[in-house]
């Protein structure tokens, strides 16, 4: 390396220490007091395999005394330890141990509940799919399916107020999928996605039973200018029971309300309620057609 290629990376240094002075972000312990995504995407994959034993797990018993020795008791641990550290510095530290004891305890007593919701989802991505072939599948490969589990139980743990953890779940699952469903969502038994790809549903979004979506929809607000004001607001709509939402289709607003069995065609764009048993479409934009003959073949 020559000295003048060394100088240039020792501006660049300086400008880094520079930028460090007047950040938050150089204090060494912060790594100490934020959970390890690794740890947590870890935990993702025990809870695969609890929903669906024959499908990732390894236990030959499933009985109630080996799920719980097997599988719970240590689930129990890792998630303990995790809430624990998303707790520090949020509340008094000599209560953080029996909170983070409380909450992974809570959690835990939601699984089975989430469990059987997960197979409703299952049957709904099986009888909405001509293209499902089975439920082996659904199962082992719809991306619709998995974020649809992530969402489940990182939405328990929204609902815990657990920091951080439900959104690392979230944006991990949104990362390998293209589906990015708050966890702060309130979803529906029987919940269908149609490849996915590109799905946006916010955290205020209610979504009611039996509603299916397409790629590329958007349950979104219709501002947020304001920002951090906006924080606790409804600002994502309402789909109620049975609600088809086809490709690309946006609906915006908290006070937007899709009707139960209401249709809503692709590419439409929604800004105030729907009534049910409606069906929306936008007007088809005008094509534009030249026959061979009228073009001009010599232009290049």
Sequence with gaps: M???????????????????????????????????????????????KISFPGYFGTEKNLSGEAIADGVLIPLYEKLKTQIRIAL??????????????????????????VQDLLMKDVEAQLAGDPAANS?????????????????????????????????????????KTGIDINPGATIGEYFFIDHGTGIVIGETAIIGNGVKIYQGVTLGALSTRKGQAL?????????EDNVIIYANATILGGNTVVGRNATVAGNTFV????????????????????MCGTCDKNKK
């Design 2 to 48: 020559n000295e003048q290629t060394r100088n240039a990376i020792f501006g660049v240094s300086e400008k880094l220490a520079r930028n460090y002075g007047a950040q938050n972000i150089t204090d060494l312990s912060l790594k100490a007091n934020l959970p390890d995504r690794q740890k947590v995407y870890n935990i993702m994959e025990e809870l695969q």
């Design 88 to 113: 520090t510095g949020e509340e008094e530290k000599e209560w953080v141990e029996e909170r983070a004891e409380e909450l992974t305890l809570a959690f835990l007593k939601e699984i089975p509940k």
């Design 135 to 175: 439920i082996d599948e659904v199962i082992l490969a719809y991306p619709g399916l998995y974020t649809i589990f992530v969402y489940r139980y990182a939405h328990v743990l929204y609902q815990l107020q657990v920091p951080l953890l439900p959104r690392i779940m979230s944006e991990y699952a949104h990362g």
């Design 231 to 239: 924080s606790g607001i409804k600002r994502h709509p309402t789909i």
């Design 271 to 290: 800004t105030e309620s729907i009534p049910a048993d409606a069906k929306v479409s936008a007007m088809m934009p005008e094509l534009q057609v030249k």
